[in-house]
């Protein structure tokens, strides 16, 4: 049950809906959704027909639905968007990373037997932050060093704070003036680029320590990952990654015997140290090289170790659902309109934003985009990302669940399922009719699912009826 108390016009809101003569049916519909929090309307409808006889088997129209409309679930990945639907991903995530560690969802189960790590890429660093530091179970003073003194705009350069992990200024700048901005939009945005360079040089130096060619290697040697993007407190993303070697055919045939976790932990060392990416030069910005950052973390995988599937799987999966708004920036793109100095963003991350738009409109960086994904700190990659053999795609885990899902609707209604064999020709128009609740039905649908209640964006009220 939501925990907010609802306002005058929204108990009048929850009044309308519950009190509509289909409000019966608009409770399956949001059963249906899963609880969407920022459902799609649809209008329209579909029919079913024998190709032969040109007769009807089966009709629907929305014409009968609640507010004439269709509600469908967003499927956005995002929790701070949509909590319900964010789950489906996640799960959706989860089970297609454990996939390639233990096999199911057409992997082998040999695959547990391939070596397999668990591979963190971190971003230099462009200026001192404010960070929390544990040692033996206590915490440290976030920045100790006194003799450090003063920076050139007169701001310290130590802090003695010991920072508990809710305190808002971790990953705030110990001085703002003096924090590198421009680097810090430019590596977000090059650092897809950086993984894709990491990727080939990782399979450079496994060939080469093999005594192999590349395009040799490709014949007795598959490299198998999955990985997925987090935003550090300081704004920055670093990759998390299932790095597995596999045999050719991918996981369902067996690596050669000297591709072990220590070559794969030599071969992650060097490609992290030996990529690099140059932003374009512009007339007001000098060239920047960009690196991955001196932390680079690998620990194998296995069944019987500290680190066990189930834990990597999750942790990959929680991060598949996050972007920059865990930051202290926006779930949402920031319009040419919009004002800086007045977003609901801390200072770090306006910083940031205006970084972005600074540098996106310099025509040389044109083509990295940064004013558009200024409400991602300028990353505009995917936050997961796979290899094609690495396990089953989310695409596959979603048909099984539409399949499962009309198998267990086709049950309840009576109706008859088809099979393969079975030829239907399929009609259907639909028409987009707006998105999103109401704030009395925002408040029901959470009572009813289950799910948290979603702060309302300005715009619920007018986009949750149907047009």
Same mark, same amino acid.
């Given at each position: 049950?939501?925990?907010?108390?609802?306002?005058?016009?929204?108990?009048?809101?929850?009044?309308?809906?519950?009190?509509?003569?289909?409000?019966?049916?608009?409770?399956?519909?949001?059963?249906?959704?899963?609880?969407?929090?920022?459902?799609?309307?649809?209008?329209? #409808?579909?029919? +079913?027909?024998?190709?032969?006889?040109?007769?009807?088997?089966?009709?629907?129209?929305?014409?009968?639905?609640?507010?004439?409309?269709?509600?469908?679930?967003?499927?956005?990945?995002?929790?701070?968007?949509?909590?319900?639907?964010?789950?489906?991903?996640?799960?959706?995530?989860?089970?297609?990373?454990?996939?390639?560690?233990?096999?199911?969802?057409?992997?082998?189960?040999?695959?547990?037997?391939?070596?397999?790590?668990?591979? !963190?890429? !971190?971003?230099?660093?462009?200026?001192?932050?404010?960070?929390?530091?544990?040692?033996?179970?206590? @915490?440290?003073?976030?920045?100790?060093?006194?003799?450090?003194?003063?920076?050139?705009?007169?701001?310290?350069?130590?802090?003695?704070?010991?920072?508990?992990?809710?305190?808002?200024?971790? #990953?705030?700048?110990?001085?703002? *003036?003096? +924090?590198?901005?421009?680097?810090?939009?430019?590596?977000?945005?090059?650092?897809?680029?950086?993984?894709?360079?990491?990727?080939?040089?990782?399979?450079?130096?496994?060939?080469?320590?093999?005594?192999?060619?590349?395009?040799?290697?490709? *014949? @007795?040697?598959?490299?198998?990952?999955? =990985?997925?993007?987090?935003?550090?407190?300081?704004?920055?993303?670093?990759?998390?990654?299932?790095?597995?070697?596999?045999?050719?055919?991918?996981?369902?045939?067996?690596?050669?015997?000297?591709?072990?976790?220590?070559?794969?932990?030599?071969?992650?060392?060097?490609?992290?140290?030996?990529?690099?990416?140059?932003?374009?030069?512009? =007339?007001?910005?000098?060239?920047?090289?960009? !690196?991955?950052?001196?932390?680079?973390?690998?620990?194998?995988? /296995?069944?019987?170790?500290?680190?066990?599937?189930?834990?990597?799987?999750?942790?990959?999966?929680?991060?598949?659902?996050?972007?920059?708004?865990?930051?202290?920036?926006?779930?949402?793109? @920031?319009?040419?309109?919009?004002?800086?100095?007045?977003?609901?963003?801390?200072?770090?991350?306006?910083?940031?934003?205006?970084?972005?738009?600074?540098?996106?409109?310099?025509?040389?960086?044109?083509?990295?985009?940064?004013?558009?994904?200024?409400?991602?700190?300028?990353?505009?990659?995917?936050?997961?990302?796979?290899?094609?053999?690495?396990?089953?795609?989310?695409?596959?885990?979603?048909?099984?669940?539409?399949?499962?899902?009309?198998?267990?609707?086709?049950? !309840? /209604?009576?109706?008859?399922?088809?099979?393969?064999?079975?030829?239907?020709?399929?009609?259907?128009?639909?028409?987009?009719?707006?998105? #999103?609740?109401?704030?009395?039905?925002?408040?029901?649908?959470?009572? @009813?699912?289950?799910?948290?209640?979603?702060?309302?964006?300005?715009?619920?009220?007018?986009?949750?009826?149907?047009?």
């Amino acid at each position: 049950m939501p925990a907010a108390v609802p306002s005058p016009l929204t108990l009048r809101d929850i009044a309308r809906r519950a009190s509509s003569p289909d409000y019966q049916r608009w409770i399956a519909q949001i059963r249906r959704t899963g609880g969407c929090a920022q459902p799609i309307y649809l209008r329209g #409808g579909v029919e +079913y027909r024998d190709p032969l006889t040109g007769s009807v088997l089966h009709r629907y129209s929305t014409a009968h639905e609640p507010d004439g409309a269709l509600r469908v679930a967003c499927k956005t990945r995002r929790a701070s968007r949509c909590p319900a639907c964010a789950e489906t991903y996640r799960a959706d995530t989860y089970q297609l990373v454990r996939a390639g560690l233990v096999g199911g969802k057409g992997v082998p189960d040999t695959v547990t037997q391939h070596p397999a790590a668990f591979v !963190t890429l !971190t971003a230099p660093s462009f200026g001192s932050v404010h960070t929390r530091r544990e040692k033996a179970g206590a @915490i440290q003073p976030c920045h100790p060093r006194r003799d450090l003194g003063a920076c050139p705009h007169g701001r310290m350069q130590s802090c003695m704070q010991r920072h508990e992990a809710d305190d808002p200024r971790l #990953g705030e700048p110990l001085c703002p *003036d003096c +924090y590198d901005y421009s680097g810090s939009v430019l590596f977000n945005a090059l650092a897809p680029e950086l993984w894709r360079r990491f990727t080939l040089a990782l399979r450079r130096r496994i060939a080469k320590s093999a005594g192999l060619t590349a395009r040799e290697l490709r *014949d @007795i040697l598959t490299v198998s990952f999955a =990985k997925v993007a987090e935003y550090q407190r300081r704004g920055i993303v670093h990759f998390h990654a299932v790095i597995r070697f596999d045999g050719p055919d991918g996981p369902t045939s067996t690596p050669p015997g000297w591709a072990d976790s220590d070559r794969l932990a030599d071969a992650v060392h060097h490609a992290a140290q030996a990529v690099t990416a140059t932003s374009p030069e512009a =007339k007001e910005l000098p060239a920047r090289v960009l !690196t991955w950052g001196a932390q680079v973390d690998v620990r194998p995988i /296995t069944t019987t170790g500290e680190l066990s599937d189930q834990a990597v799987a999750g942790y990959i999966a929680k991060y598949a659902t996050k972007a920059a708004e865990c930051v202290g920036t926006l779930d949402r793109r @920031i319009r040419p309109t919009d004002d800086v100095d007045r977003l609901p963003v801390r200072d770090h991350a306006r910083r940031l934003i205006a970084e972005c738009r600074r540098l996106g409109a310099l025509p040389e960086l044109t083509d990295l985009r940064l004013a558009e994904w200024a409400h991602m700190l300028g990353f505009r990659g995917h936050f997961s990302t796979k290899s094609r053999r690495y396990s089953t795609t989310l695409g596959a885990l979603r048909m099984a669940r539409i399949a499962h899902n009309q198998r267990e609707h086709q049950i !309840t /209604t009576g109706r008859l399922p088809l099979f393969e064999e079975d030829q239907v020709l399929v009609v259907a128009h639909w028409q987009y009719a707006g998105q #999103g609740h109401t704030p009395g039905e925002a408040f029901l649908s959470a009572a @009813i699912s289950g799910k948290p209640l979603p702060p309302l964006s300005p715009f619920s009220a007018t986009e949750g009826h149907a047009a």
